[in-house]
């Protein structure tokens, strides 16, 4: 358990056998700088500092700053996937056909453009992999190519329906 206004994140380096994490240090007003941009990611400089009681100075240095410790990692603009031809998600589990070859799947998919996330995954499967296409023939097709490139057996679940999605994390 952390103490107050400390965080974990993890380490670059993962020492075998258990995940190292190492603690962030957030002021309070620099929490209140994150919040407010995963609201809304646009919002000025004047604005965040209207907001916090700060000069939009010691906003731009503040922010540089989280983004420097890689608190903040990027700004995104938010698609809808259904507006842009991809209505169906799906999560397949996968695992190796040879348990004992090397665990090189993540780097062997990682260039199919329909994969939107890989999560490496404790349990029968090694993987679960988030995926979206627009029609269950291009699933077919694709769950055909990972099978093929990284060698692996598979298992799909097709979503229905997302009640809510990409939360951000908690601060």
């Given at each position: 358990m952390s103490a107050p206004g400390w965080h974990t994140k993890p380490s670059p380096a993962v020492p075998e056998g258990a995940?190292?994490?190492?603690?962030i240090h957030m002021e309070d007003l620099?929490?209140?700088?994150?919040?407010?941009?995963?609201?809304?990611?646009r919002m000025s400089y004047t604005d965040l500092g209207k907001a916090t009681g700060?000069?939009?100075?010691?906003?731009?240095q503040r922010v540089r700053r989280l983004e420097q410790r890689g608190v903040i990692r990027g700004y995104a603009a938010v698609v809808d996937p259904e507006a842009v031809g991809l209505p169906l998600?799906?999560?397949?589990?996968?695992?190796p056909f040879d348990p004992s070859a090397p665990d090189d799947i993540a780097e062997r998919l990682a260039d199919v453009p329909e994969i939107e996330a890989c999560h490496s995954v404790a349990g029968d499967e090694n993987y679960i992999?988030?995926?979206?296409?627009a029609t269950p023939l291009e699933l077919e097709h694709l769950l055909s190519?990972?099978?093929?490139?990284?060698?692996?057996?598979?298992?799909?679940t097709v979503v229905l329906s997302t009640?809510?999605?990409?939360?951000?994390?908690?601060i």
């Open positions: 995940p190292a994490l190492k603690l620099d929490r209140q700088i994150v919040e407010l941009l995963v609201r809304d990611g700060l000069s939009t100075s010691a906003v731009h998600t799906a999560f397949i589990s996968v695992k992999l988030k995926v979206r296409v190519r990972i099978r093929s490139l990284a060698g692996v057996s598979s298992r799909t009640p809510y999605e990409a939360r951000p994390p908690r």
